[in-house]
T-cell receptor, first 113, second 114 residues
């Protein structure tokens, strides 16, 4: 069983469209995250949720909206996609806020044309 | 906020030789320093971590050292093997594990030459 799973793995879309990436973890963790990895491999945190509540919201355009329906799921919705949004988006989870190892999903590669 | 610098960005070593990757951090309150390995097409995976009350930690061919005074920490891989080829990230946080999120270095692409 995959611990942290994201869908879709690849996403190609046009500028201006709206898209979502879904993430689920079956580890029973309390905290989930979204990270963005750009073309130079730089990993930067976007959001962190603990028990469905937002605890970190880094400087991210408000076109990005995370939603956590329950503590096992953290989805990322992106409105009005721009060329600069092209990246690999990683979902991750940890046992608790302040709790050690991050478990990453395999990433969702978003390409905006 | 925390700033983590990582060097080199690319490292090529002969199979069997040692590899060393170095990181510095800016926030003296940081107390947790993990290292992640990212293989092609995969998400990063924790390989070793060290906390601020420890100067060195070893796990088989991998070791990490921490110098709190100088605010730097290093990853050492001995007897490198082809499967060690990957991108390695150091990270730091003042709250272990990520309530505040880990701040990652920019990564080192390690290439093991046969």
């Amino acid at each position: 069983d995959t611990a942290v799973s994201q869908t879709p793995k690849y996403l190609v879309t046009q500028m201006g469209n709206d898209k979502s990436i879904k993430c689920e973890q079956n580890l029973g963790h309390d905290t989930m995250y979204w990270y963005k990895q750009d073309s130079k491999k730089f990993l930067k945190i976007m959001f962190s949720y603990n028990n469905k509540e937002l605890i970190i919201n880094e400087t991210v355009p408000n076109r990005f909206s995370p939603k956590s329906p329950d503590k096992a799921h953290l989805n990322l919705h992106i409105n009005s996609l721009e060329l600069g949004d092209s990246a690999v988006y990683f979902c991750a989870s940890s046992q608790r806020a302040g709790g050690g190892e991050l478990f990453f999903g395999e990433g969702s590669r978003l390409t905006v044309l | 906020g925390e700033n983590v610098e990582q060097h080199p960005s690319t490292l090529s070593v002969q199979e069997g030789d040692s590899a060393v990757i170095k990181c510095t951090y800016s926030d003296s309150a940081s107390n947790y320093f993990p290292w992640y390995k990212q293989e092609l097409g995969k998400g990063p995976q924790l390989i070793i971590d060290i906390r601020s009350n420890v100067g060195e930690k070893k796990d088989q061919r991998i070791a990490v050292t921490l110098n709190k005074t100088a605010k730097h920490f290093s990853l050492h891989i001995t007897e490198t093997q082809p499967e060690d080829s990957a991108v390695y990230f150091c990270a730091a946080t003042a709250r272990e594990g990520g309530a505040d999120g880990l701040t990652f270095g920019k990564g080192t692409h390690l290439i093991i030459q046969p």
